[in-house]
T-cell receptor, first 111, second 112 residues
């Protein structure tokens, strides 16, 4: 069974731009969570979607948003990029309670 | 909110030795505790997890123990191998909520 896939793997943007990242969960998984990983703050929860609805949200500004489609694929969007948004963005999918399987991540660099 | 502390931040062992990584959590409502291994350039890989109704769980060379009273849990790796070298993260969560709160990570180096 294929794992979680994320596209693109690498992205370079400039301050003020916006970016959209994509995540395809493991087949059959309906929950998709997003995390930000940085050397300074570690792994931090952004939000979680289940059946196209946001169920949980972390403590990130409104510039960070997401959505989920009927096929469980998810996208996250960051508007008005700041230098501090440079990070590895990880997507995790889940079938049952809590067990989360991560994708390889999208490395975003903001210049 | 939940806070997870993880120690040590780095751990160097010789091949064949055991390695122990410890975590503490603050929220007594947390009842799910996974451990992830992250290799360079990859996403975290779930290696073992434990729920609060169990005190210990083992999978080949890896074991996890949980002390709910003291709010701490530990990862034990026996007979370490060079391929065990990676960054290990503990996390805490609550059944029904997919949000995981992660520790700061332990860089494990296993020397041949």
């Amino acid at each position: 069974k294929a794992g979680v896939t994320q596209t693109p793997r690498y992205l370079i943007k400039t301050r003020g731009q916006q970016v959209t990242l994509s995540c395809s969960p493991i087949s059959g998984h309906r929950s998709v969570s997003w995390y930000q990983q940085t050397p300074g703050q570690g792994l931090q929860f952004l939000f979680e979607y289940f059946s196209e609805t946001q169920r949980n949200k972390g403590n990130f500004p409104g510039r960070f948003s997401g959505r989920q489609f009927s096929n469980s694929r998810s996208e996250m969007n960051v508007s008005t990029l700041e230098l501090g948004d440079s990070a590895l963005y990880l997507c995790a999918s889940s079938l049952s309670d809590n067990e989360q399987f991560f994708g390889p991540g999208t490395r975003l660099t903001v210049l | 909110g939940e806070n997870v502390e993880q120690h040590p931040s780095t751990l160097s062992v010789q091949e064949g030795d055991s390695a122990v990584i410890k975590c503490t959590y603050s929220d007594s409502a947390s009842n799910y505790f996974p451990w992830y291994k992250q290799e360079l350039g990859k996403g975290p890989q779930l290696i073992i997890d434990i729920r609060s109704n169990v005190g210990e769980k083992k999978d080949q060379r890896i074991a996890v123990t949980l002390n709910k009273t003291a709010k701490h849990f530990s990862l034990h790796i026996t007979e370490t191998q060079p391929e065990d070298s990676a960054v290990y993260f503990c996390a805490a969560g609550n059944t029904g909520f997919q949000k995981l709160v992660f520790g700061t990570g332990t860089r494990l180096l296993v020397s041949p």
